[in-house]
């Protein structure tokens, strides 16, 4: 009989609470950082109840764990149980990452620094001084947003179904962090600009909501008469297909364009590096990307 090794007496535990977290990848990608790193950790996915929340968040401290990440539907709800918020996701209006130390829970968004990440991963570019539309108003664009304004955008238009959400989520940015944000829509609403315009004049056009996720595939964001130009990068937050419509719709322009599923993988790498103050190695990073995205096409 073979002694069982890798979990001993001093293995601390991360993890991932939501509901559901079957499908999360995020067990393989820490787990295989741990074990590069020889780090003594295991992550775990943790199915928690809307009721239950609260134990489980302050149980992940009782239980010294190194930290944990949050998902859907807790984002927001796990934040009155942290004991401090980072600026950037009071902002956010969400955490994904919780770190426990010396007996205390620090809460962080690593989804829009994911964002950021292979944005300029992919793109080499920034976003300072950039013009830029955003589709949508929901959680992914409220931190995608926040974080565009951080990184000194000059402008941010914000299109959304719901032009109520859209004004929303400008005034938040507005309100704290200078007038850069705008909502579109139909003139009648008041707003200074239609979808057209913020399309035309944007350098960067992102979208941050499912529509043209599997299984619409059929479907895109962008209206078919906006002719997109080749100077323009366009970003999907869906990685599933990995070319949406609106990426098909981008590369027969000429633009550069980028998925989602670099930002999937930073914002579990951004993650991993709160927890344990290692810095990743880009040779690392690389390779383990390659093998991530074999696992996400399977
Ligand atoms: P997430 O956390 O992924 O951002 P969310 O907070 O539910 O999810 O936000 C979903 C976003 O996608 C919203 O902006 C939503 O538009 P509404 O505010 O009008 O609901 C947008 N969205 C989702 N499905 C859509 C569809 N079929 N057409 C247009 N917008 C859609």
Known sequence: MEIEHKIIG???IMGIIGNPVEHSISPQLHNTISKHL???AVYVPFKVEKQDLENATKGMR???AVGFNVTVPYKKDVMKYIDENSKEALLMGAVNTVKCFEGRLFGYNTDADGFARSFKEETGVGFSGKTIAVIGAGGAARAIVVKLAMEGA???YIINRTVSKA???AEIVNNNMGKIAFYCGDRESGSEFVDFEAYTDSDIIINTTSIGMHPNVDESPVPE???LKSSQIVYDVIYNPDKTKLLKQAEENGCKCVNGLGMLFYQGITAYEIWTGVRLKEDFLTE???NFQ????K
């Not at 074999?294 to 096409?297: D, M």
């Open 38 to 40: 020889g780090i003594d």
């Open 167 to 169: 004004v929303e989520l």
């Open 294 to 297: 074999g696992i996400l096409t």
């Open 154 to 156: 000059k402008k941010i």
């Open 288 to 290: 383990l990307y390659k």
């Open 225 to 227: 008469n906006i002719r």
């Open 62 to 64: 009782a239980l010294n």
């Open 10 to 12: 001093s293995t601390r």
